[in-house]
């Protein structure tokens, strides 16, 4: 659609806004196997809609799989929603270790008798 290296430039958006929301929320960074899985979570959505796109539009010529376009955009519908699930887990994950963080650094002060 826009570019044949798009994918790679949503990748390293999506890395560094996942790294910012890490640092704000948790004062760390993400674990690198975090980073890495939203970033190719990324860079797979963009591909799935863009195929999905290439083969709805007409534009491709799929050759000997002309008759299976169906089933192509319904893979690229699957590959963008496990996707978008991966993003959407590990985004969870840091909020739920930022509440743990939270919750461990609050200590209940004693009172005295």
């Known amino acids: 659609m826009i570019g044949p290296n798009t994918f790679i430039y ?3 958006i999506a890395g ?3 790294t910012i ?4 929320l948790m ?3 993400p674990l690198l196997a ?3 899985s939203l970033m190719l979570s990324a860079a797979a959505a963009y591909s799935g809609v863009e195929l999905c796109y290439a083969v709805l539009e007409g534009s491709k010529k799929l050759g000997d799989f002309q ?3 169906l089933t192509i955009v319904l893979g690229s519908v699957a590959v963008f929603w496990v ?8 985004v969870k994950g840091v909020a739920g270790r930022a509440e743990i963080q939270k919750k461990m650094s609050v200590v209940p002060q004693q009172e005295n008798a």
């Open 27 to 29: 004062r760390s960074l």
């Open 67 to 69: 008759d299976q376009k």
């Open 16 to 18: 560094v806004l996942f």
């Open 21 to 24: 929301y890490s640092l704000c």
């Open 34 to 36: 975090e980073l890495f």
């Open 10 to 12: 949503i990748a390293l």
């Open 83 to 90: 996707a978008l699930l991966t993003a959407i887990n590990l």
